[in-house]
């Protein structure tokens, strides 16, 4: 019995000690995608392993136009999210290869009057999209990345039109995937404990 016990303990100080070994880190910095989205990303976990959080944009619009007595109103509001697991091998002392998935959800809204016709579409778009990237690590602290990540997403909702008090609302569900230059992800990033 004192045998097993003294095993036990050996073993569990072993994990424990183990456990201290690992460091963990925080990354906090800004992301950019088609140069014309950007936001803002956090990660946690260890050096090997990370959790990511990631808001791509926020992003609106309100815009009235007149021309010779015909308003032109457009309103639009739109936001991304993003959550997943990168994962990091050493390449050299500064560069740094990471893979890994996210799940993501945007939601979009966008509406139209112009001379009393009225269009509105409501986009809801959850995803899944890989990781592939390189870090390249500036000092202890700095880093620049980017990744690509192909993505297939489930765009579903609804258009409506509206003119002379009749309404028509139309299904714009979508299945879309692939790869092009949207997909390509910056990162400006500051690492710390």
């Not at 800004?30 to 803002?40: A, C, E, H, M, P």
């Amino acid at each position: 019995m004192k045998k097993t016990l003294l095993i036990l303990i050996c073993i569990a100080s072993s994990y424990y000690i183990t456990a201290q070994e690992t460091t963990k880190q925080k990354e906090v910095g800004l992301v950019f995608n088609s140069l014309n989205n950007f936001g803002v990303t956090y990660k946690t976990g260890t050096y090997k392993s990370l959790w990511r959080f990631t808001s791509l944009f926020v992003n609106g619009n309100d815009f009235k136009q007149t021309i010779d007595t015909i308003d032109n109103i457009n309103n639009s509001f739109g936001f991304g999210l993003k959550f997943g697991k990168e994962f990091r091998k050493n390449i050299n002392t500064n560069l740094e290869f990471r893979y890994g998935a996210d799940i993501s959800f945007t939601y979009s809204k966008s509406k139209q009057n112009v001379d009393s016709r009225e269009l509105e579409r409501v986009y809801y778009t959850p995803g899944f999209n890989l990781v592939f990237g390189l870090n390249y690590v500036l000092g202890e602290n700095f880093i620049i990345g980017a990744e690509l990540m192909p993505e297939i997403a489930y765009l579903t909702g609804t258009e409506t039109r509206k003119y002379n008090g009749e309404e028509e609302k139309v299904d714009i569900s979508r299945l879309s995937y692939g790869f092009d230059s949207s997909s390509v992800l910056i990162t400006l990033a500051y690492r710390f404990d």
